[in-house]
């Protein structure tokens, strides 16, 4: 059984899941939430709530935090290599694909992206089309930009 706990943003309310060792999924304010997941802030959850405020407020860069996200072995292997991105900067899809030695797998990036169960912490939002525009966000690309904005006024020349 997971919990889950709520926490308000800037980018509104955001639902943090754990499952008693790590954390398995976040959910925007329009995502379903499955009917076995108890309302119960943890220990666990209010150290996820405080890195997620210290992200939006520019004094984290990097997330500390146990993460289980369920999903395909290519699936992970894209979301490891998404949380190699450096904070502020920005890669596309076809890089990506070339990180995990699949040049050609560039829309399976793309899939494994809109897939990631925990956005933010597993930063799929540094995720941008090859001509620099952004793409599709599960969150919407008002937060995915929001996001961006977020970290470059952050981002340590």
Not at 115 to 128: D, G, L, M, Q
Request: glycine letters at 8%; a positive charge; charged letters at 25%.
């Amino acid at each position: 059984m997971k919990s889950l706990f709520f926490y308000q943003t800037p980018i509104g309310k955001i639902g943090i899941a754990e499952n008693g060792n790590a954390i398995t999924n976040l959910y925007f304010h329009d995502d379903i939430i499955p009917d076995d997941t108890v309302v119960k802030e943890t220990e666990l959850l209010k150290d996820a709530g405080r890195q997620l405020e210290d992200y939006f407020s520019g004094k984290r860069k990097h997330f500390e935090l146990p993460l289980e996200p369920s999903g395909t072995e290519f699936m992970l292997n894209v979301w490891k290599t998404l949380q190699k991105i450096p904070y502020g900067q920005t890669r596309n899809y076809q890089e990506i694909a070339q990180i995990i030695g699949n040049e050609n797998a560039s829309r399976a990036v793309g899939l494994a992206n809109n897939k990631n169960p925990i956005p933010v912490i597993i930063p799929c939002h540094r995720v941008i089309g090859k001509d620099g525009k952004l793409t599709g966000y599960r969150g919407g690309l008002n937060i995915k930009d929001y996001l961006l904005k977020l970290e470059k006024a952050h981002e340590k020349p």
